[in-house]
């Protein structure tokens, strides 16, 4: 091939000019090579501007990602935290102390009051407070941000992440299958639930019930439904082995860029909502009704509980550690030829949502519909219970969600719990939680380092970053 190029004189400006692979292949004097190859070559001329500034972004990704692990993790504060804690504890022994009484003692008249009690700690948690507020915030801003940075600095991966493309806002999508029952239904002749919860004095809850018991029989099939997308992200040497088109994706997969694992996509399972928490939510919903918000009815005949708008009973996460990934995985659902039984439904790109605070534009949202098996290889694979039903092949069963989001902003959240937990709770209520839990101190009140921190603790050292 050499030798055909010197012969022929063809410098680089005429390769760059070369329209297609075909005549890519004529011009390099191998006309007898499989089609295939005159494709690649024409399309590592046509691309390459964009593979090499691709290498150059990616160069400094350790040292990036280096800065923002060690941003990550306030020592100052936790330790703070802890000592205040501490010293919660032994202002209480002191007030107390006085009031203790010996059987064999004097009755002691010293009586602790707990408007006592009550002024003696104030001041300190109000510091727990305050001072678990700022980290909070710190976390959510200033980190944020750097993380965000450090993967925008993958400007050619980033860029197909920010170009995902938006589908039809259609209001029916946007809820549970409606399932046709006399229980569970706000109507005159509604029946108490079978399952006996609440003997038909609280239908939303009984209808949030029926969507519980749903997801615990479908979790397995979404999971493993799932799973073939991950495994075969996963196991593919690059984009076009997922049958994606080499025009539309480009760059090669970057394996320097792994997510937790070691894996270029880690999926992570979450719990079954709750009836008793998807219940609150049900409640935001009834006031979007009212307000016209969402509709009350499908087809004019269909009345909707406010349950059937809680779609996230059946969840997961996908982490990825390449931006490039995110709309990898996002066109391998779209084209429902790997998991052939979800369909997405509905997309919220909140990375490039400049509307919502940075700690919020760090993930993809989507919704998925969990369709029936369209045949009896595919349900022998499902993991469902009893028998193939082709009646209902291909209907749609469940709405679950899926969150795809960077393994930075998962460690963020991690760490971000810790302070949530005081800053959510009432300041009435703050005592108790901080005698009978607390964070960052153990039953004995010794220091307690959370299980994130000892993990980015082991990064570092992986990064060869000094903690």
């Given at each position: ?16 000019a070369?329209?297609?692979g ?15 190859w ?7 001329m046509?691309y ?17 990602a280096a ?43 010293s ?11 104030h ?23 750097l ?48 399952f ?43 984009p ?6 080499y025009?539309?994706f ?15 996509a ?11 928490r998807a ?37 997961c ?7 490039y ?6 066109s ?57 039903n ?16 960077m ?61």
């Amino acid at each position: 091939m050499e030798e055909n190029i010197r012969k022929k004189k063809i410098n680089a400006s005429k390769l760059f000019a070369i329209p297609d692979g075909k005549t890519m292949l004529a011009s390099l004097g191998v006309s007898d090579m499989a089609d295939g190859w005159g494709l690649l070559f024409y399309n590592l001329m046509k691309y390459h501007q964009k593979i090499q500034d691709d290498r150059k972004q990616s160069s400094g990704a350790a040292e990036r990602a280096a800065k923002a692990l060690n941003k990550m993790d306030n020592k100052t504060v936790r330790h703070t935290l802890y000592d205040l804690q501490c010293k919660l504890f032994t202002n209480y022994f002191k007030l107390v102390m006085p009031s203790l009484q010996n059987h064999s003692e004097c009755v002691n008249n010293s009586k602790l009051m707990a408007d006592d009690v009550k002024e003696e700690l104030h001041e300190i948690l109000e510091q727990i407070q305050s001072v678990a507020k700022d980290e909070e915030s710190r976390l959510g801003s200033e980190v944020t941000e750097l993380c965000l940075d450090k993967y925008k600095a993958l400007e050619e991966r980033w860029t197909k992440l920010e170009s995902l493309p938006e589908l039809s806002r259609d209001k029916k999508r946007n809820s549970q299958p409606i399932a046709n029952t006399n229980f569970g239904v706000r109507s005159s002749n509604c029946k108490a639930s079978p399952f006996g919860s609440t003997n038909g004095n609280s239908p939303d809850l009984e209808r949030l019930e029926h969507f519980v018991l749903m997801s615990r029989f479908l979790a397995v099939f979404f999971e493993r439904q799932m799973l073939l997308v991950t495994e075969k992200v996963n196991k593919a040497e690059n984009p076009q082995e997922l049958g994606l088109s080499y025009d539309e994706f480009v760059l090669p997969f970057n394996n320097s860029l792994a997510a937790t694992g070691g894996k270029r996509a880690n999926l992570t399972m979450g719990p079954i909502k709750k009836a008793g928490r998807a219940l609150k939510k049900a409640k935001e919903y009834e006031q979007e009704m009212k307000d016209g918000k969402k509709p009350s009815e499908i087809n004019g005949i269909q009345v909707l509980s406010p349950s059937d708008y809680v779609i996230d009973f059946l969840r997961c996460t996908i982490e990825v550690e390449d931006p490039y990934l995110v709309a990898v995985v996002f066109s391998v659902l779209l084209k429902e030829e790997v998991a052939t039984c979800l369909q997405i439904c509905r997309v919220k790109n909140k990375f490039v949502n400049k509307k919502l605070p940075k700690h919020k534009q760090t993930n993809v949202l989507m919704n998925l519909a969990l369709l029936y098996p369209h045949n009896a290889d595919e349900f022998k694979k499902s993991g469902l219970m009893g028998e193939f039903n082709t009646l209902i092949s291909g209907k749609c069963m469940m709405v679950c969600e899926l969150q795809i989001t960077m393994k930075d902003f998962l460690m963020i959240k991690r760490l971000s719990q810790s302070y949530y937990d005081i800053t959510r709770v009432k300041q009435a209520d703050l005592p108790n939680f901080l005698f009978m839990n607390g964070v960052f101190i153990n039953p004995n009140l010794e220091e307690k380092i959370p299980s994130i921190i000892c993990e980015m603790t082991d990064k570092k050292k992986d990064t060869h970053v000094s903690c």
